[in-house]
């Protein structure tokens, strides 16, 4: 199986999450979209994250109804912090599966900044979809040297030396985030829309992000 995998604090999940799955399972023809709340991030303030367990929660009612999404706390059973590497690492042992990760162009600019990056291409296949005000070239261009030389020039995407495809995406992630709703629900306003209305109840009964 073809299987998409969309990490994230999911702080809350909302609707640029689930649209770019849905766009990037269609468009390069992927069985399945896994979304894997991420633990404690390395790059994030904790102070403005929810619990583990209400993440996970929300995640999974944002997927529910959806036959080709699944959410996996893999990373929640993991102890200490959320690395890429160790995901797809575990996801890499099943040889009857073909991994591609989905990020934004503005998360591919700041691979360098990750644990073990140069590893990760030789583990999973990249699905870069461009973010508002960043996109595939610009991000590509400020990749170190040494890690662009390792890949070669293919029809519509890169080739890592180790077989792995670098996929610039026609998908465009809508101008949504996790931060503009958390300020929204501090200031006592709605955020109806801009997250699946289960989740939206559930911060409510949950009294998170300070509403």
């Not at 904790?46 to 999404?69: D, V, W, Y």
């Not at 934004?104 to 990760?120: F, K, N, Q, V």
């Not at 077989?163 to 026609?170: A, C, M, Q, R, V």
Request: hydrophobic share 35%; with cysteine; aromatic share 10%.
């Amino acid at each position: 199986m073809k299987i998409g995998i969309l990490g994230g604090t999911f702080n809350p999940p909302h609707m640029g999450h689930l649209r770019l799955a849905e766009e990037a399972v269609f468009a390069h023809g992927l069985d399945r979209a896994v979304f894997i709340p991420a633990s404690v991030p390395p790059h994030k303030d904790t102070k403005e994250i929810a619990g583990s367990r209400h993440r996970l929660e929300m995640t999974r009612r944002a997927c529910r109804g959806n036959p080709c999404f699944e959410v996996s706390d893999v990373e929640l059973t993991l102890e200490g912090t959320s690395y890429t590497v160790k995901t797809l690492q575990l996801f890499a042992k099943d040889p009857d599966n073909e991994i591609f990760f989905i990020l934004g162009a503005d998360s591919l600019r700041e691979i360098p900044t990750w644990r073990d990056y140069e590893e990760l291409f030789s583990l999973s296949s990249f699905i870069v979809v461009n973010r508002p005000g960043t996109d595939f070239e610009t991000a590509w261009a400020e990749l170190p040297s040494s890690l662009r030389l390792r890949f070669r020039q293919g029809d519509g995407f890169l080739a890592h030396s180790s077989s792995h495809l670098l996929i610039p995406s026609p998908v465009k992630g809508l101008d949504i985030s996790s931060t503009r709703i958390r300020s929204l629900l501090r200031q006592g306003l709605s955020i109806r829309y801009l997250v699946p209305e289960s989740v939206r109840t559930y911060i409510l009964e949950n009294h998170l992000y300070g509403c």
